[in-house]
């Protein structure tokens, strides 16, 4: 059998390793020498939908049904889709063009429980893709989208077929226009944001859960006088488990400030009513911030403090 010597071998090793990396290229050079990802003209196929967008029924022009932002993620490869509509439904979809199939898929979900697999390709400008799902009698239903650009913006199509693509039934007919802050007034705005700020007031009176959920931003912050910090999750434990009862929650000196797609709320509030079995009843000035989404209006800061005494004002 032959004999290896441990510190030789470590040392011809250590040797090859050293001439290795002063002959050879190093690996961060070649990976930087390399096309991005994604680059091909390809993968641009569809960047004609990527936008901030209001949606429209093109049946009813006048009449927005959806908020829809479109914008590309992970170095330019995927296209996300964040719908959210006019009716609670939201939906977000990632497409991608698969070089190995050269066709485009596209994967979307919503907060419905519901998934759709689409995949298909360019034609003729336009990005078509099609997918297949049960009805609820166990028929398969063939469904084909269109997304065409047009002078006015995108438009979205689709229709369906229980009878394997012989007949085809109208689904939606959808309008892209570009979302634009400028076209809404000021005043609309303020009169907006001082309606949502008057209604969360309310909500929080009857301990309405939904209505609060609806308006909080997920990531909302209140800070008190006092520097306590309550978080979204905070205040929706405390309205469900009905803690605190109220027999006032009224605000009085509103005022709305706008900053593009940023409001101010300030106002004078009188809360009264038992927390935790004891009595209250106190006057605070609060101010809220609220942001403007693709869903609307969102709560997302609070401040609230007691009046200085009228000598230290």
């Not at 209140?222 to 905070?234: E, F, M, N, P, Q």
């Not at 709320?265 to 000035?285: M, R, S």
Request: proline share 4%; charged share 25%; net charge negative.
């Amino acid at each position: 059998m032959k004999t290896v010597k441990r510190g030789a071998s470590h040392l011809s090793l250590f040797t090859a390793l050293f001439f290795v990396s002063l002959t050879s290229t190093p690996v961060w050079s070649v990976e930087s020498a390399k096309s991005p990802p994604c680059a091909a003209p390809e993968y641009r196929q569809f960047d004609f939908w990527i936008g901030d967008w209001d949606v429209f029924d093109v049946d009813n022009p006048a009449k927005q049904v959806a908020r829809v932002h479109v914008d590309l993620i992970l170095d330019g490869c995927v296209l996300r889709e964040d719908y959210q509509d006019t009716e609670g439904h939201k939906g977000q979809s990632f497409s991608i063009y698969d070089a190995s199939r050269r066709s485009w898929h596209q994967s979307w979900v919503t907060n419905r429980g519901q998934v759709l697999q689409l995949n298909g390709g360019l034609e003729s400008g336009d990005v078509a893709l099609s997918a297949s799902e049960l009805t609820a009698e166990g028929k398969e239903k063939q469904i084909r989208g269109v997304w065409k650009p047009v002078a006015e913006g995108v438009r979205e199509t689709a229709v369906t077929s229980i009878d394997g693509g012989k007949n085809w039934e109208p689904w939606f007919d959808l309008m892209f226009r570009p979302h634009s802050a400028a076209k809404e007034s000021v005043s609309d705005d303020q009169k907006t944001v001082a309606g949502l700020d008057t209604e969360y007031q309310a909500a929080v009176k009857r301990n309405d859960v939904m209505t609060m959920d609806r308006i909080l931003s997920d990531d909302f912050i209140l800070v008190t006088g006092r520097g306590k910090i309550y978080s979204k999750a905070d205040l929706l434990r405390d309205a469900r488990n009905g803690l605190d009862q109220y027999e006032h929650q009224e605000d009085t000196e509103q005022t709305v400030q706008i900053w593009g797609d940023t409001a101010v709320v300030t106002a004078k509030l009188w809360e009264k009513g038992i927390e935790n079995g004891e009595t209250f009843n106190y006057t605070v000035w609060f101010s809220d911030t609220y942001v403007r989404t693709p869903a609307g209006w969102r709560y997302v800061f609070g401040q609230s403090s007691l009046p200085l005494p009228k000598s230290a004002q």
